[in-house]
């Protein structure tokens, strides 16, 4: 019944920027601790980043701190991740993921708990 619809990715090269979104339905995200993933095939879904329901905390993977930064418009439900000097590393299947919280404060940094997912979108980090 909840659906995300993850855009934003591609082919880029080391030291450029995207930025990446994701459309939340039918919920609102007032309500909901949202968070962006990545995966490369062969490994472990890793968590990168999270934004608190009443969007005043905001958490980030040590490898993308500093370059990477999650928001959410609550009236469009959606929620973005800015990605700037993109790395070979960062390439992966970057998916939205949420978990209802209230209007709480809790970012959480593990894919425990997280119920609902979108189907990701592709980054590619290549010269």
């Known amino acids: 019944q909840f659906q995300f619809e993850e855009s934003g990715g591609g082919l880029v090269q080391p030291g450029e920027s995207r930025t990446l979104s994701c459309a939340a339905s039918?919920?609102?995200?007032?309500?909901?601790?949202m968070a962006w993933f990545r995966q490369v095939p062969g490994k472990e879904r890793e968590w990168v980043s999270c934004?608190?329901?009443?969007?005043?905390?905001?958490k980030y993977v040590d490898s993308v701190k500093g370059r990477f930064t999650i928001s959410k418009n609550t009236a469009d439900k959606t929620i973005h991740l800015q990605m700037n000097n993109l790395q070979p590393e960062d390439t992966g299947v970057y998916y939205c993921?949420?978990?209802?919280?209230?209007?709480?404060?809790?970012?959480?940094?593990?894919?425990?708990?997280?119920?609902?997912w979108g189907q990701g979108t592709q980054v590619t980090v290549s010269s």
């Open positions: 934004i608190s329901a009443n969007g005043r905390t905001t």
């Open positions: 993921a949420a978990i209802g919280t209230g209007n709480q404060d809790m970012c959480l940094m593990t894919q425990k708990g997280y119920a609902y």
């Open positions: 039918p919920f609102s995200l007032e309500y909901y601790n």
